[in-house]
C-alpha cells in the first residue's frame, strides 16, 4: 500500500486539533490510515509499533510535525492524500480574529489583555512550564494535557490558590465557564445550578441530566481527575466550591467524581457544609462511610448520577411532579431476557467515557461478581484493554493504554469498533453495551461510524440463530450539534435498544442478562 510522510520542521500544533485532523484526513478517498502527531518519544515507539517509521522521524523532534497517509490505491492516489491533509492541517477558521497566532502564553496574554482564562493543550513534558506563563499572567487555567507529572500539578493549583486563579486540571477535559463550552461539553442551557466534577464525561453527564430535567447550568468547573487524591487534596475542588459559593448567578452547588481518598471526602464535605447554598454530591462507587459522613452534614448524597441530578434541579425549585423521571422499562427487560438463551449471561460494555463506564461497571457490581475491567480497583479483575474479555466485561477506551498516540474515542472510534466485532461474535454475549457522547470536540456522527459493524453484527447473530442484543446510551442535548434525534433514530432503526441515561444504562444491562431464580 502507497504510503507517504512528511516531516514540518518546528511546526507545533496542538494535541485537540491533531486528533480532529487525524480522523478527518482518516476519511479522505483511499486512506487506510492517516496520522499527524508531534514526533515525541512515546509517538515514535507507536509508530515503530506500526511499521510506520521512517529514518527522517526516528532523528526527528518533540517540536517536529510528523505527517504520514496510507492508501489502498496506486501513487498518485497517495499523492494526493498527501496533499489533502496537508490542506486539512493548513484550513483556517474564518473570521480575521481567530487567524490571530501568538507563539507563546505570554505573548497572548499581552495580544488579548481582556482575556481571563487560557486553555492549554500541549505535550504533557511543555504542559506545566505553560500553565506556570499564564499563571504568570494572571490568567485562569484550563489544562487540557495530560502525562504531567504529579508534583507539578500539585505546584500549579497551590500556586493558583495563592493568586486567585483557577486551575482546572491537568487532564480537564471539560468546563463551562459564563455559558462558553470548553473542551468536551455540551450545549446546555444557561441556569442557576453550578458544578465541580474531577471527572470529564461525569461532568458531562451531570449537565445534561440537568437540562433534561429542565434545570440550567451557571459554571461548571473541572478539576482533573487526580484532584481530590490524597496527594492534592482537592485543592481546586475546594476553589471551585468557593467559586460557586462566592457567585450570585449560582444558587445550587454540585460536585461530581470518582471515589475520592477518605480524608479528601471529609474535606470537600465539610466545605459544603459550611456553605449556605443546597449541596449535592455525587461519588460514583463511594463505600457507605462516605455517605454516612455526608448525611451527618445534611448533605444530599448520591452514588449515581441520573438521581444526583434530579436531586439538585428539585433543590433550584423545579417541581418533580412534572417532570419525566424516565423510570426503568421493566416491560423491556422482560422482553431482552426471553430473547436471550441461558448461554448468552455476559455484559460486554465499550465506553468512550471513564465516567460513563465507571457507574455502570458499579452497578454491574452490585448484583455480580465476577466484573472485569481496565479500570478496576481490584487487582485481581483488572484487564489490559488488550486483554480478551472475562465475564462481564466493561472497557474504557478513552484510557491512557488506548489513546497515546491516536485520537480519543469521542473522534475516532476505530479501537472499539474492532473489539466490538470481537465481543460481537462471542456466544456467550448477551448484551453489547456502548456509549455516544455528542456535544463540541466529538466526533460529528459518532452513531453513523458504529453502523456499519452494528448492522453486520446484528445479521451475523441472526444468522446464527441468536438474538444480540446492543444497549446505546446517547450523552448529548437537543441543542448540540450532531443532531441528538437523528443519532437516536439511527440507533432505534438498525434495532439498537436505547438508554435515556448513563443510571438507567448500568441498570438495564446488568438486568437484561440476569439470569436469577426470580429473573
Known amino acids: 500500500m502507497p504510503t507517504r510522510t512528511l516531516i514540518k520542521n518546528n511546526t507545533y500544533v496542538d ?132 502525562n504531567v507529572p504529579l508534583a507539578d500539578e500539585i505546584a500549579l493549583k497551590q500556586k493558583a490558590h495563592e493568586a486567585g486563579l483557577l486551575m482546572m486540571g491537568p487532564d480537564c477535559g471539560t468546563a463551562i465557564i459564563n455559558g462558553v463550552s470548553l473542551c468536551f461539553a455540551n450545549a446546555v442551557r444557561r441556569g442557576r445550578i453550578g458544578i465541580v466534577a474531577a471527572s470529564g464525561t461525569g461532568a458531562q453527564e451531570m449537565s445534561v441530566r440537568i437540562h433534561d430535567f429542565t434545570g440550567g447550568i451557571s459554571h461548571l468547573i473541572g478539576t482533573g481527575g487526580r484532584d481530590l487524591s490524597a496527594e492534592v487534596g482537592a485543592i481546586m475542588m475546594l476553589d471551585g466550591i468557593d467559586a460557586l459559593d462566592a457567585d450570585p448567578g449560582t444558587d445550587v452547588i454540585v460536585v461530581v467524581s470518582k471515589p475520592p481518598a477518605s480524608e479528601v471526602a471529609e474535606k470537600v ?24 459522613a455526608a448525611q451527618a452534614r445534611d448533605i444530599a448524597f448520591f452514588d449515581r448520577t441520573k438521581p444526583a441530578a434530579l436531586a439538585a434541579v428539585v433543590a433550584s425549585g423545579v417541581d418533580e411532579s412534572t417532570l419525566d423521571l424516565h423510570a426503568l422499562n421493566w416491560p423491556l427487560i422482560e422482553e431482552v431476557r426471553t430473547k436471550l438463551t441461558s448461554e448468552q449471561k455476559y455484559i460486554r460494555a465499550l465506553f468512550c467515557g471513564g465516567t460513563l463506564c465507571d457507574e455502570s461497571m458499579f452497578l454491574a457490581l452490585e448484583k455480580y461478581d465476577d466484573v472485569y475491567s481496565n479500570i478496576q480497583k481490584d487487582p485481581a479483575k483488572k484487564l489490559r484493554g488488550t486483554d480478551p474479555s472475562r465475564g462481564h466485561t466493561f472497557l474504557d477506551f478513552g484510557e491512557d493504554e488506548f489513546t497515546n498516540g491516536k485520537p480519543h474515542p469521542m473522534i475516532d472510534p476505530s479501537n472499539r469498533i474492532e473489539r466490538f466485532k470481537a465481543e460481537a461474535a462471542d456466544p456467550e454475549v448477551g448484551v453489547i453495551v456502548m456509549d455516544v457522547v455528542l456535544g463540541y470536540g466529538a466526533n460529528p456522527d459518532p452513531v453513523g461510524v458504529m453502523l456499519p459493524a452494528i448492522k453486520e453484527a446484528k445479521a451475523n447473530a441472526a444468522a446464527a440463530g441468536r438474538h444480540l442484543e446492543i444497549l446505546a446510551y446517547v450523552l448529548g442535548t437537543e441543542a448540540d450539534f450532531q443532531n441528538f434525534d437523528e443519532q437516536v433514530a439511527k440507533l432505534t432503526e438498525a434495532g439498537v435498544t436505547w438508554a435515556s441515561s448513563s443510571t438507567n444504562t448500568g441498570l438495564l444491562a446488568r438486568e437484561f442478562v440476569y439470569k436469577g431464580e426470580n429473573a
Open 15 to 146: 494535541s485537540v486539533s491533531l486528533m480532529s485532523i487525524s480522523t478527518k484526513a482518516a476519511a479522505l478517498d483511499g486512506v487506510v490510515n492517516a496520522v499527524a502527531a508531534m514526533a515525541t518519544p512515546m509517538n515514535k515507539e507507536i509508530l515503530t509499533n506500526q511499521n510506520l517509521i521512517t529514518p527522517e522521524i526516528e532523528v526527528a523532534t518533540p517540536g517536529d510535525l510528523v505527517l504520514i497517509v496510507v492508501t489502498d490505491g496506486d501513487e498518485d492516489g497517495a499523492d494526493a492524500a498527501l496533499a489533502g491533509l496537508i490542506g486539512l492541517l493548513d484550513r483556517k477558521p474564518s473570521g480575521s480574529e481567530a487567524e490571530i497566532t501568538y507563539r507563546t502564553v505570554k505573548a497572548a496574554a499581552a495580544g488579548r489583555p481582556d482575556a481571563n482564562i487560557a486553555v492549554i493543550s500541549v505535550n504533557g513534558a511543555f504542559a506545566a512550564g505553560e500553565a506556570h506563563h499564564a499563571l504568570d499572567a494572571g490568567l485562569n487555567v484550563m489544562l487540557f494535557s495530560d
Open 269 to 292: 464535605l465539610d466545605r459544603l457544609a459550611a456553605s449556605a447554598k443546597p449541596a449535592v454530591v455525587c461519588f460514583l462507587g463511594a463505600g457507605p462511610e462516605v455517605a454516612e
